[in-house]
């Protein structure tokens, strides 16, 4: 009976150490709760017509836990004047009427935040988005004319914490002013010399690039269009400080 026993219990240990084991890689995959910002997007919502607007943002759905999914929306018209602005926890939609004309664009832009949901590499979702959004117009094959709001770039987002996929260093500290910016930006390093710098605009395009060797620099982006634009800079210890900055 002893012997019986004792079996039993082995037996019970190993698929007590095999659930465990089975178990961890799931537990570790759990922890990646969102899906990266350039995989998601935005979409224009059924019902809307000429003079209300419906916004879906796939960010929703798709990221854990949804009740700290933080939206914040900013709609203009073709001269930069706000149409409409909000924050919005927990709900993939922003719904409002406007008095914009079908024959103008509208600027959208919204920053999705959540400081518990983790990407792959550990960091909250800190995503920005920019797009566009005109009236489409056709003709049923009945011969009957259809128009919906629709987005012209279809832009994914762009990740504020890593827009380049460069791992950020904590070591160094870098002073970027003014910003908000008009188009002049200086940039220091606490240490060591600056020895190139990336800027993306809002979409994630490189639109300038330099290798300079200094301690110091003025950044010219006068003849750039307003909006965000995410700047990289790197010392000759191949670190690299990046940050947010808006040209108005």
Known sequence: MNQITVKMKNILLKIIVLVIAISFPLISIAQITCLPCDQLGMSVNVGSDTTSLSIYHSGQYLTHPQPYNVF??????????????????????????????????????????????????????????????????????????????????????VDLNNPSGINESTQTKCTVYPNPTNGLINISLDKGQILNFELYNSVGKLVKKKEVNLDSLTLNILDFPSGIYLLNVFNQQNEVFHTRISKE
Not at 86 to 115: K, L
Request: with cysteine.
């Open 72 to 157: 914040s929306w900013h709609f203009t018209d073709k001269f930069g004047n706000t149409i409409f602005q909000d924050t919005i926890v927990n709900n993939a939609f922003c719904n409002f009427s406007h008095t914009v004309p079908i024959h103008d664009t509208m600027n959208v832009i919204v920053y999705f935040t959540n400081d518990s949901a983790f990407l792959a590499n550990g960091n909250p979702i800190n995503c920005y988005f920019e797009d566009q959004i005109y009236w489409e117009t056709g003709v049923y094959p009945s011969g009957t004319p259809w128009g919906r709001w629709e987005f012209i770039h279809g832009n994914v987002g």
